[in-house]
């Protein structure tokens, strides 16, 4: 079983929706991070959470410690939004190695 | 400022061969992590430099090692290539050990073999 387990795997939206992507994780952490990475390969890093919400533009991620679960939320979806998130946990007794989830694959079409 | 750069961007190799990849860390930090992704999968570790030593390592055969230079940067090395080793490797930089800040990520090296 995966330290860290997303849902959905595959989303396709329509540009304007209301977008939520979930997250689930076994063990202690650090830190949680949801990463976004576009065809190629590159991945930039969005939010870095250890607790409560974060807000960058559209896009909104919160954690809840004690439920062990995260939510990468993205409001008025874009087309330019189409990439695959991953969510990423820091173990806390690991120094700063990352279990990274398997990805959502996310379309947003015009 | 320039963050992650690896090189190269893009390799094909022979089965038996053996490989290097590289990596140049964000300027600033000084800690380097290298990860595997396969196709359609989440990156797995592979191990992770810091004062140029192996400070941790995931759950992968002897055939991977690497190196860290004294400027910080890194290589990955895979000798006696597998079909299954083709991948994105991906390089990650990041201050300080343990703990680590300001996470930056490569584009990644995808190497073939075939």
């Known amino acids: 079983k995966n330290e860290v387990e997303q849902s959905p795997q595959n989303l396709t939206a329509q540009e304007g929706e209301f977008i939520t992507i979930n997250c689930s994780y076994s063990v202690g952490i650090s830190a949680l991070h949801w990463l976004q990475q576009h065809p190629g390969g590159g991945i930039v890093s969005l939010f870095m959470?250890?607790?409560g919400k974060k807000k960058h533009g559209r896009l909104i991620a919160t954690i809840n410690i004690q439920e062990k679960h995260s939510s990468l939320h993205i409001t008025a979806s874009h087309p330019r939004d189409s990439a695959v998130y991953i969510c990423a946990v820091r173990r806390g007794d690991t120094g700063n190695q990352f279990y990274f989830g398997t990805g959502t694959s996310l379309t947003v079409i015009p | 400022d320039a963050g992650v750069t690896q090189s190269p961007t893009h390799l094909i190799k022979t089965r038996g061969q053996q490989v290097t990849l590289r990596c140049s860390p964000k300027s600033g930090h000084d800690t380097v992590s290298w990860y595997q992704q396969a196709l359609g999968q989440g990156p797995q570790f592979i191990f992770q430099?810091?004062?140029?030593?192996?400070?941790q390592r995931g759950n992968f055969p002897d055939r991977f090692s690497g190196h860290q230079f004294p400027n910080y940067s890194s290589e990955l090395n895979v000798n006696a290539l597998l079909l299954g080793d083709s991948a994105l490797y991906l390089c990650?930089?990041?201050?300080?050990?343990?703990?680590?800040?300001?996470?930056?990520f490569g584009s990644g090296t995808r190497l073939t073999v075939v």
């Open positions: 990650a930089s990041s201050l300080g050990f343990p703990g680590g800040f300001g996470y930056t």
């Open positions: 430099y810091y004062e140029e030593e192996e400070r």
């Open positions: 959470l250890s607790s």
